[in-house]
């Protein structure tokens, strides 16, 4: 079971460093949305894990809430993109400057 | 290790990885969704294995459920049909991406694979033991204040998505 648990640690770590790359390279804003639940995905994975290894459930009461803190985000979130879509008919993220320095 | 144990997790470990490299590849939004999918379908299995059915249960049905579903009722109502092109993300700033992503991994790698792990024999997490976690005073008004989240979270994304800004 330590293995177990060590191995899907491992992986947490490896899924976020994808979803992390995803977000630095590609340009689709709806891609780049869907990396970051990636990493939400791996954080709640790694929460899960420990929450076996150490024998408390505080880990799974924070998938929990972190399951429904991004399902108030995804839904906020899309309603950007379409509300974006809508001004610049674009989805590109490199047409999204205005508050860049 | 239980070796069926395992296989079955190296497996979906496998699967999930595949996925998800499949997702940052993919040109298409529809794909990447997809992919996305099987990821979240994977990981649900893994939590099943690491003795969390209630949690194995609640990925399905949110995740892989309600916000895909969203996610892809999203990609058709906008008609994304693959990344435009413009300029490109590769060349120095890709590798320092590449770079930095490698670096993170190396680490938390690195450590893990050193550390030692003590994991407890026995574990109940059944849906009845979580739910009572869930609603007991440490967690009760967390939970209450997660209603008004998704109230305001509701209020917010029909308020954004409305014709005239």
């Not at chain 1, 790694?46 to 803190?69: E, I, N, P």
């Not at chain 1, 974006?84 to 999204?96: E, G, Q, S, Y």
């Not at chain 2, 009845?128 to 209603?147: D, G, I, W």
């Amino acid at each position: 079971m330590s293995e177990l648990v060590r191995h899907a640690l491992v992986l947490s770590a490896l899924l976020f460093s994808i979803g992390a790359l995803g977000v630095f390279l590609r340009r689709n804003l709806i891609t780049v949305f869907m990396c970051v639940e990636l990493m939400l995905n791996a954080v709640n994975l790694a929460f899960v894990a420990f929450s076996r290894a150490l024998g408390a459930l505080d880990g799974q009461v924070l998938v929990f809430f972190v399951m429904t803190v991004a399902a108030a985000e995804a839904a906020v979130g899309l309603a950007i993109v379409i509300a974006l879509h809508r001004k610049k008919d674009t989805l590109n993220v490199d047409a999204f400057s205005l508050l860049r320095f | 290790m239980e070796t069926v144990t395992a296989i079955v997790f190296y497996v979906l470990a496998g699967a999930a990885v595949a996925a998800a490299l499949v997702m940052i590849t993919q040109k298409s939004p529809i794909g990447s969704a997809f992919a996305l999918i099987v990821v979240l379908c994977s990981l649900s299995a893994i939590y099943g294995l690491l003795g969390s059915p209630f949690i194995a249960a609640l990925q399905i049905v949110v995740y892989a459920g309600a916000v895909m579903v969203l996610f892809l009722f999203v990609i058709m109502l906008l008609n994304v049909r693959s990344e435009e092109p413009g300029p490109s993300r590769g060349g120095p700033l890709g590798l320092t991406a590449l770079g930095l992503c490698a670096l993170l991994l190396a680490q938390v790698a690195s450590v893990l694979l050193r550390a030692r792990i003590d994991v407890v024999a026995s574990y109940d997490a059944s849906s009845a033991r979580v739910a009572q976690e869930l609603f007991s005073p440490r967690f009760l008004y967390a939970f209450e204040a997660t209603s008004v989240l998704i109230l305001a979270a509701l209020v917010g994304a029909i308020a954004l998505a409305k014709k005239e800004l």
